[in-house]
Nanobody, 119 residues
Framework: QVQLVESGGGLVKHGGSLRLSCAAS????????MNWYRQAPGKERELVAR????????NSADSVKGRFTISRDNAKDTVYLQMENLKPEDSAVYYC????????????WGQGTQVTVSS
């Protein structure tokens, strides 16, 4: 059974920091590109950051560049999202997503973790 379990969300003040974790089980995470998405109420789900299976390629949304950092530890089957200088507009449910690096239609989602940034 494949599971992606996010943790680390919570309530933080404007300018604060949080570190999200996504622990994968039931898959060999080194075969997957890992992504962080977020969805705020009434808005579309958007891609925040992605990291390729070997960590060689990283992309992030313009809205979080310079503030959020994605990383991974394949030995622990875990991907992280370090979020700095958080803003109220970063408030959303953050989801972890795994996409197989060869069979792109094979993908999994976590249940999400809430991040709320107070002004």
């Amino acid at each position: 059974q494949v599971q992606l379990v996010e943790s680390g969300g919570g309530l933080v003040k404007h300018g604060g920091s949080l570190r999200l974790s996504c622990a994968a089980s039931g898959i060999t995470s080194s075969m997957y590109t890992m992504n962080w998405y977020r969805q705020a109420p009434g808005k579309e789900r958007e891609l925040v950051a992605r990291i390729t299976s070997d960590g060689a390629e990283i992309n992030s949304a313009d809205s979080v560049k310079g503030r959020f950092t994605i990383s991974r530890d394949n030995a622990k089957d875990t991907v992280y999202l370090q979020m700095e200088n958080l803003k109220p507009e970063d408030s959303a449910v953050y989801y972890c997503n795994a996409v197989h690096k060869i069979w792109g239609l094979l993908e999994y989602w976590g249940q999400g973790t809430q991040v709320t940034v107070s002004s």
